[in-house]
């Protein structure tokens, strides 16, 4: 089955303690049913000392659950449901179920590396 939310995505949090924070998707747990977004749900761990790590307290992303984001609209400039259709030439696209818009894949990989690097 497909992803509403996908790696790459503009979210926002709907509930808990972070609500009303935006952020793209760095990590998509499937298995798990969580997301981890960029700069949103920030903790702090204590860490052991590793190779290439020193010991201390370090603040990382924590995954959220799929269930406490909804996909960013730009069309509309808003939160949405998201819904499949099937495109032109019969291929599966993902829309905004408010304003009926379709929301494209997002750029991964080495072009959107190459784009941020600009």
């Not at 291929?91 to 959107?112: L, N, S, V």
Request: proline content about 4%.
């Amino acid at each position: 089955m497909a992803e509403k939310v996908v790696s790459g995505d503009e979210v926002v949090v709907v509930s808990g303690k972070n609500k009303g924070q935006r952020g793209r998707v760095r990590t998509n747990l499937i298995k798990r049913d969580r997301v981890v977004i960029e700069g949103v749900n920030i903790v702090r761990r204590h860490m052991k000392q590793g190779r290439a790590r020193q010991a201390g307290i370090v603040e990382m992303e924590a995954p959220l659950h799929v269930s406490n984001v909804m996909l960013w609209c730009a069309n509309h400039n808003g939160p949405a449901r998201v819904g499949f259709r099937e495109g032109p030439g019969g291929i599966k696209e993902r829309y905004c179920k408010q304003c009926d818009a379709t929301i494209p894949a997002p750029r991964r990989g080495r072009d959107a590396r190459n784009e941020r690097d600009a």
